[in-house]
């Protein structure tokens, strides 16, 4: 590249820098279409497209929000049945699939964290469906869970998405008899920690303390309606 073509093109950068992701992908497909160089780009709509044949547009997509643990727990729900039945993964928002990370215990447990995964029929119902979660990154900034399916099987989609947050929030809830830590270093961070094994041994107060304590876990019977 020559010196002209350097000097032209970094102001050109730095004007389409401070734009929004579909205005600099609009223009990076404008020039190469100029240049003649015009490449692929994987893309939801198209993973989309590959898997029903059809472009999101003409599906119904059924969508749970997800606070910062149900983004965790909905992943490793999701996680067990890509396992499970290994189905074609693809981009979630135009960016590579991506899996996050978590460490529970001495386990550290990977779920998908930005992705989609496209399920034939009879795998997770009888009609073929795609799962997508995002993470607050995404392209609506707040991390969510949905499942996409032709407009006649909505319902099946529903279903599907009940299944998945049903185990998110039973089995796969890791966070089930932990204690959180949390901490503001790089935004709001809950980490899990294991609850310290205390007893009333171990917790030195007065007796009058402990009474009061267990006083409402008494049978009303036992309280004085008068008391002095």
Known sequence: MSG??????????????GESRDVQRALEVLGQILTGSVTTRATFDGFLHSSFGLHGSDLVCESRWLNAI???TAGLALAALIDKFDPPVGTADDEPPTWG??????????????????????????????????????FSETSRIQVYTAPDDRSQASRVLDAIMDDADGAKSIFRGRALAASSANGLTLEPIELPAVTRASVIVPDEVWAEIDWPGRPVSAKPLFPR
């Open 4 to 17: 002209k073509e350097e000097e032209c093109r970094s102001p050109l950068a730095a004007a389409v820098a």
């Open 70 to 72: 149900g983004h965790v």
């Open 101 to 138: 990370s978590v460490v529970i215990g001495d386990e550290r447990l990977a779920p998908p964290s930005m992705l989609a995964a496209h399920f034939e029929a009879g795998q997770l119902a009888p009609v073929p469906v795609v799962v997508r979660i995002c993470d607050s990154s995404g």
